[in-house]
């Protein structure tokens, strides 16, 4: 009969026996995905001071985790952002965006008319029932934009990079300069271009948010967000919601992060003169050219739009 080879108590030995393991010897190639909930420590002390933010560490995976940590560096940097926190959706994300923000009671959002149907919901639902009142302008139009941004004074302006679903492409530039010269912030949902095509804050945007559920996976199989600001001051609200509301998958981080997220985008979106290129980033994309290769000029409707049928189905259009 076999010794046994310590004298633990079978269950003891069953807590300490896998352990959460040793980081391996060699660097894995893909991003690993950690499952871990908690971290441990060698001391409370080191532990306390981790959870107050004293030394750097991960206590708890709802305030941030390994896997996601890794996509939202990679997302901050494509952007030219300052700081970036990913989330459990885009809804998520965008929710983070305009909290950031600081909406309060009577605060006023100018939104496109465009926006992907459930951020309405949000803006009218959600925020309106704390008494933030929305409006909506058609902001291909920028006179108008100009217009209500004079008359109503709004905190922020809203607008989709490629607008879902009818493809209208926004001149992020424009809408900057209007929205700074009142003294609002421009969020813009980058989901349709993708940084790929677009880098909204290189073009004076504030915040940029993503439904990485799209084109930053690309392989529609992860569902997640992220909210990227161009100012490290937003930390604080961006983790603060994702600490209380929208946590993110680690294991569709694992899955957003096999790859560089460019390369998921660029597998799904390249148009078609960056395809035949076998895969080579293009050299330096400005939005405006980007999209106006991809979708007409901005500000105007897509030239895709007229061969999509139908909401949806038809996106994104066929190789
Ligand atoms: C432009 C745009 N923004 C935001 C969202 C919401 O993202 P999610 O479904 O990941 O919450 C979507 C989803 O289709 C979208 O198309």
């Given at each position: 009969m076999a010794e046994r080879?310590?004298?633990?108590h079978l269950e003891t030995q069953f807590v300490h026996?896998?352990?959460?393991?040793?980081?391996?010897?060699g660097q894995p190639t893909a991003t690993p995905v950690?499952?871990?909930a908690t971290y441990t420590y060698e001391s409370m002390d080191q532990m306390d001071r981790a959870f107050a933010g004293e030394i750097e560490g991960y206590v708890y995976t709802r305030h941030g985790n390994p896997t996601v940590n890794i996509f939202e560096k990679a997302i901050c940097a494509v952007e030219s952002g300052a700081t970036a926190r990913a989330y459990g959706s885009g809804m998520a994300a965008i929710h983070a965006a305009l909290f950031a923000c600081e909406l309060s009671p009577g605060s006023v959002v100018l939104a496109s008319?465009?926006?992907?149907g459930a951020t309405t919901n949000l803006l009218l639902n959600i925020f309106g029932s704390f008494g933030i009142k929305t409006l909506f302008a058609d902001f291909s139009n920028l006179e108008e934009v100009r217009g209500k941004t004079l008359e109503s004074k709004p905190r922020v302006l809203i607008a989709e990079t490629?607008?879902?679903?009818?493809l209208k492409v926004c001149d992020v530039d424009a809408c900057a300069e209007i929205a700074h010269s009142s003294g609002a912030r421009l969020i813009i949902d980058n989901t349709f271009a993708s940084p790929y095509l677009c880098q909204p804050l290189t073009h004076g945007a504030d915040l940029v948010v993503h439904s990485a559920t799209k084109f930053l996976s690309g392989h529609a199989d992860a569902m997640g967000g992220i909210a990227v600001s161009r100012?490290?001051?937003d930390r604080v609200a961006l983790t603060g919601v994702m600490k209380l509301a929208g946590e993110a998958s680690r294991y569709s981080f694992g899955i957003l992060s096999r790859v560089p997220p460019s390369q998921n985008a660029t597998r799904s979106l390249s148009p078609g003169s960056t395809r035949k290129s076998h895969g080579a980033p293009p050299a330096t994309t400005t939005c405006n050219r980007a999209l106006g290769a991809f979708a007409?000029?901005?500000?105007?409707?897509?030239?895709?739009s007229s061969s999509v049928p139908s909401r949806a189905t038809r996106w994104p259009p066929a190789e």
């Amino acid at each position: 009969m076999a010794e046994r080879k310590n004298n633990l108590h079978l269950e003891t030995q069953f807590v300490h026996a896998t352990g959460s393991g040793e980081p391996p010897v060699g660097q894995p190639t893909a991003t690993p995905v950690y499952a871990a909930a908690t971290y441990t420590y060698e001391s409370m002390d080191q532990m306390d001071r981790a959870f107050a933010g004293e030394i750097e560490g991960y206590v708890y995976t709802r305030h941030g985790n390994p896997t996601v940590n890794i996509f939202e560096k990679a997302i901050c940097a494509v952007e030219s952002g300052a700081t970036a926190r990913a989330y459990g959706s885009g809804m998520a994300a965008i929710h983070a965006a305009l909290f950031a923000c600081e909406l309060s009671p009577g605060s006023v959002v100018l939104a496109s008319q465009d926006l992907y149907g459930a951020t309405t919901n949000l803006l009218l639902n959600i925020f309106g029932s704390f008494g933030i009142k929305t409006l909506f302008a058609d902001f291909s139009n920028l006179e108008e934009v100009r217009g209500k941004t004079l008359e109503s004074k709004p905190r922020v302006l809203i607008a989709e990079t490629i607008s879902n679903p009818l493809l209208k492409v926004c001149d992020v530039d424009a809408c900057a300069e209007i929205a700074h010269s009142s003294g609002a912030r421009l969020i813009i949902d980058n989901t349709f271009a993708s940084p790929y095509l677009c880098q909204p804050l290189t073009h004076g945007a504030d915040l940029v948010v993503h439904s990485a559920t799209k084109f930053l996976s690309g392989h529609a199989d992860a569902m997640g967000g992220i909210a990227v600001s161009r100012d490290e001051l937003d930390r604080v609200a961006l983790t603060g919601v994702m600490k209380l509301a929208g946590e993110a998958s680690r294991y569709s981080f694992g899955i957003l992060s096999r790859v560089p997220p460019s390369q998921n985008a660029t597998r799904s979106l390249s148009p078609g003169s960056t395809r035949k290129s076998h895969g080579a980033p293009p050299a330096t994309t400005t939005c405006n050219r980007a999209l106006g290769a991809f979708a007409g000029k901005p500000g105007s409707r897509s030239s895709l739009s007229s061969s999509v049928p139908s909401r949806a189905t038809r996106w994104p259009p066929a190789e």
